[in-house]
């Protein structure tokens, strides 16, 4: 079924939208605003659409089943439903699976970041009027294309330095939306956002990984000497974040989206196992018995910091949680929503991934 015609102000194609934080800016636009979304996925192996659990049934919802390097595919969508918002969350996001795979990194990030920016720009070129006044483009990025940080914070005017296959592909994929907003006008905006978490992440990830592996008293293995820095972004004020950028940013703009939050990875997980043990107690006594530092693996970078000042001054954004109680919110979820990471288990997750972290 088609939105051409929808009385909606907003049809907003989102790629990516079954991940982990397209599957957030997919439940807030559901929930929060009239606009009919259009989720453009092509449902590998992290996406999960129980992560939308509202979007059954509604009728300012579709699933499109596509990937988004197929482009005549993406010109069917485009012509079908008639969108005047396009958020790119579409991407390969494992740093550690860029490493011994990083072919299909080039392929989603840098081919289909391309593809799709030439489907957006035949649309857009045949919109008139308001029409084409009013279509954005809005491409999520990760602030890791800025290498790793020693001293201040990642600004929108920060060099970038990638250093891992991911990261690289991340960075090509926005100086791409860069290229074809200065040499086609197509009215595009960049976000990016330092590590997100939060509830419906794929256990893979530091966080959700290292809450499965506490509650099965597994050993908690961290890298190098666990003194890596990130800054840490609760999903849910991500997701706010890029929807006030999509429909408030300033074309050919980038905004930085980050929480002021920087923890140790050691520090994370041992955050991680006093909630555990506070919520979940173990008959075995404390779980940070169980972390165990790691090799380091190539290239991992030392600091990421964000700072978010010009999405906060010019747009009014504010993160509603800090990482104290961002994390405390997401292991009661995790401790709270045991079938859906169960069903991730049973399909042998654990047995393919049970010493992999990420950052």
Known sequence: MSFRGAASKHVIVVTGGAGFIGSAVVRHLLDGTSAHVVNVDKLTYAANLASIPRAKDNPRYRLELVDICNGPELQKIFQTHQPNRI???????????SIDGPSKFVRTNVVGTFTLLQEALRYWRGLVGAERDDFRFLHVSTDE?????????????????????????????DHLVRAWRQTYGLPTIITNCSNNFGPYQFPEKLIPHMILRALAEESLP??????NVRDWLYVEDHARALILALERGEIGETYNIGARCEQTNRAVVEQICDLLDEMSPSEHGSRRSLIELVPDRPGHDRRYAIDPSKIENRLGWKP?????????KTVRWYLDNRKWWEVILQNGYRRARAGLLLR
């Open 87 to 97: 958020v790119n969350l579409a991407a390969e996001t494992h740093v550690d699976r």
């Open 145 to 173: 294309v800025f290498g790793t940080l020693s001293d201040g914070l990642f600004t929108e005017e920060s060099a970038y330095a990638p250093n891992s296959p991911y990261s690289a592909t991340k960075a090509g994929s």
């Open 222 to 227: 961290v890298y190098g000497d666990g003194l």
């Open 320 to 328: 509603a949680e800090s990482f104290k109680s961002g994390l405390a």
